[in-house]
């Protein structure tokens, strides 16, 4: 997710919480029920990433349920840099 927002100008926050939550899910699932012999051919930190690749390109691309909250007038206000005062 972190690449993605960085490098690609259509990353959204549901992707990115899409990406999380699928790459973390499919990474424990597989840590879990899968058999030694099956995780040494496919380690499970693959599926997670490709988990993780595949939520954030669907996230991003499908019509956004979720997006971030604007921040209030206060809140931006407290978020502005200050003037730069000469010395």
């Known amino acids: ?4 927002g960085l490098f690609w100008k259509k990353a959204s ?4 919480l899409w ?3 699928g790459g973390l899910t499919v990474w424990i ?4 029920l899968t058999t030694a012999t099956f995780r040494e051919a496919w380690p499970p930190q693959l599926w997670g990433l ?3 690749i595949l939520g954030m390109g669907l996230g991003a691309l499908l019509p956004q349920w ?3 909250p604007s921040p209030t007038p206060e809140q931006a206000e407290e978020l502005a ?5 000469p010395n």
């Open 1 to 4: 997710p972190l690449a993605a």
């Open 13 to 16: 926050t549901q992707g990115a």
């Open 19 to 21: 990406a999380m939550l």
């Open 29 to 32: 699932a597989m840590e879990t």
């Open 50 to 52: 490709s988990t993780a």
């Open 66 to 68: 979720y997006k971030a």
């Open 81 to 85: 840099m200050p003037e730069a005062t």
